[in-house]
């Protein structure tokens, strides 16, 4: 019988090997510089080599004052594209198509200019209100990242909607006050993510993919929930989004926070919803699929045509050659209470694993001094 997992899939123009995408992470891999260095080589290089269908590189930021993070790459200016080059064919010479996340952190942002739709007060500090100039700003500096990734060699561009970043800023009544044409109803808060997208479309071309990380539900009292997303995904579908790739909670989501929801394929459920709004769009379900049968599970039930492994393919690189069976030793599973490579990238420091063999470790943190 043909293990679904395993069987090649079409992603627009792109053929994937198998249905295993290595979800963007970031790790505080780069330097302060912004700019692609060893470690990040190294790191997406080991991803490509990992056997998954498809490696999406973390949020990579459009302009400076939506860095989410100091050490966060960037793609706001041209000199930026010889080193994203080199990380785009350090990932295709390994067999896979790359594809490079665009951001823009919007009131999550570290940084003193921090920008959004509305004044709401964020870790203690309140975003300037974007204007009609920054929303055009931004928007173009979407299109000219995505230039610049096609440019670098990337396969595929894919919008960063999720977490609660500066898209969904818009897209929430929670974080989106305005009484202009970009608040109010879902109409006016859809289209500043809707141009966003149409911007990029027109810069990378119609036959280019150009994904989305779809957030379905903010899963906090007054957020976003389905009954505002499907909408919004059948609207990107019209825009001819290639893909979206469906996660669920935000910062302000605790328990249920993305990083410390402990259950086996907790967003699969709004994968799911997904699909059978949208049956001919592809998505992506993830959330710690830890186990091979899980990943079966949801390609066979069709709650996604690929499933996307973040923490669970950083913890053990060979996930998918073990899942296949190439390798005959278990996996090495994710640690559901562990959440250290999280608390490492926020308190800057670059992120490794706690499972890793301790001489791995040792050597890392020589590496990179601590
Ligand atoms: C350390 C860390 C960094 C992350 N960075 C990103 C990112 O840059 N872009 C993004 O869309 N999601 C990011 N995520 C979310 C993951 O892509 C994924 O959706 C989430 O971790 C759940 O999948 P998992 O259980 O397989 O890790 C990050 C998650 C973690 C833990
Ligand atoms: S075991 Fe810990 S450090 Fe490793 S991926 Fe899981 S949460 Fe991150």
């Known amino acids: 019988m043909t293990d679904l997992l395993f069987s090649p899939f079409r992603l627009g123009p792109l053929t994937l090997a198998n249905r295993i995408v290595c979800l963007p992470m970031y790790l505080a891999y ?20 990992s056997g998954a269908g498809m490696v999406v590189v973390e949020n990579v930021c459009v302009e400076p004052c939506g860095l989410g993070n100091p050490r966060s ?19 295709k010479a390994r067999g896979a198509p790359a594809v490079l996340q665009l951001h823009h952190a919007g009131r999550h942002a570290k940084r003193p200019d921090r920008i959004a739709p509305s004044a709401v007060e964020t870790w203690g500090v309140t975003p300037r209100v974007m204007d009609q100039a920054d929303i055009d700003r931004v928007a173009s500096a979407f299109a000219a990242g995505a230039r610049r990734a096609k440019d670098a060699g990337f396969d595929a561009v894919e919008l960063h909607g999720g977490m609660g970043y500066l898209l969904t800023q818009f897209l929430s009544a929670r974080t989106n006050l305005r009484h202009d044409g970009y608040g109010g109803e879902l109409a006016g808060r859809m289209r500043f993510p809707l141009e966003v997208f149409a911007a990029v479309r027109a ?6 993919p150009v994904g989305y990380r779809f957030l379905a539900d903010e899963c906090v009292p007054d957020g976003i929930t389905l009954d505002e997303t499907r909408p919004f995904a059948l609207e990107l579908a019209r825009a001819g989004a290639t893909y979206l790739s469906v996660m669920a909670g935000c910062y302000d989501s605790p ?13 699969a459920p709004f994968a799911a919803a997904i699909k059978e709004e949208l049956p001919a769009m592809p998505v992506i379900a993830a959330g710690r699929i830890q186990r091979p049968e899980t990943a079966r599970a949801i390609l066979s039930d069709g709650a996604a045509d690929m499933v996307g492994l973040g923490r669970i393919i950083f913890a053990d690189p060979l996930w998918p050659k073990k899942a296949r069976g190439q390798i005959a030793e278990p996996i090495t599973e994710c640690t559901p209470t562990c959440n ?17 063999p301790k001489e791995r470790r040792e050597r890392f943190l020589e590496r990179v001094g601590g």
Not at 203 to 208: H, L, M, N, P
Not at 255 to 262: F, K, L, M
Not at 340 to 356: D, G, N, S
Request: glycine fraction near 6%; hydrophobic fraction near 45%.
């Open 73 to 91: 790459l960037l793609i706001s200016e041209d000199r930026f594209i010889p080193g994203l080059a080199r990380l785009a064919r350090a990932i």
């Open 203 to 208: 810069a990378v071309g119609g036959g280019f």
């Open 30 to 49: 780069p330097d302060p510089d912004h700019e692609v260095n060893s470690l990040v080589l190294d790191y997406y290089s080991e991803m490509a080599d």
């Open 255 to 267: 328990p249920q926070y993305v990083v410390d929801d402990r259950r086996e394929a907790f967003m």
């Open 340 to 356: 250290l490579c999280f608390k490492r990238i926020i308190a800057q420091k670059p992120a490794y694993c706690t499972r890793w």
